[in-house]
């Protein structure tokens, strides 16, 4: 499975991007979906994930709130609508496919990821 990410960019703190993923192949409407993101110097870390049918979400504390996870399954596609950004958004956002059909937070249940897409929020 190959997973194409775009959106990214370049805002202003308070401002707003969405991020889409597309996947090369149906194999991803089975499986939960995810976003992780990897800011320089730092460790990959978890931002959202969504199940196979869309129906449980999750996300970490630094972005609740503020993002939301959403897929459309026909069109294979995950997307992150990151609202009111700030500065310490600033990363590669990576979309990833699950092992699983229920949503996680673990890398290790990620078994297909994407190229990355760079955010950059300025203050």
């Known amino acids: 499975v190959q997973l194409q990410a775009s959106g990214g960019g370049l805002v202003q703190a308070g401002g707003s991007l969405r991020l889409s993923c597309t996947a090369s192949?149906?194999?991803?409407?089975?499986?939960?979906l995810g976003w992780f993101r990897q800011a320089p110097g730092k460790e990959r870390e978890f931002v959202s994930g969504i199940s196979w049918r869309g129906d449980t979400t999750s996300y970490a504390d630094s972005v609740k709130g503020r993002f939301t996870i959403s897929r459309d399954n026909a069109k294979n596609t995950v997307y992150l609508q990151m609202n009111s950004l700030k500065p310490e958004d600033t990363a590669a956002y990576y979309c990833a496919v699950s092992r699983y059909s229920v949503a996680s937070s673990r890398r290790e249940d990620f078994q297909y990821w994407g190229q990355g897409t760079r955010v950059t929020v300025s203050s």
């Open positions: 192949r149906r194999t991803a409407s089975n499986n939960a």
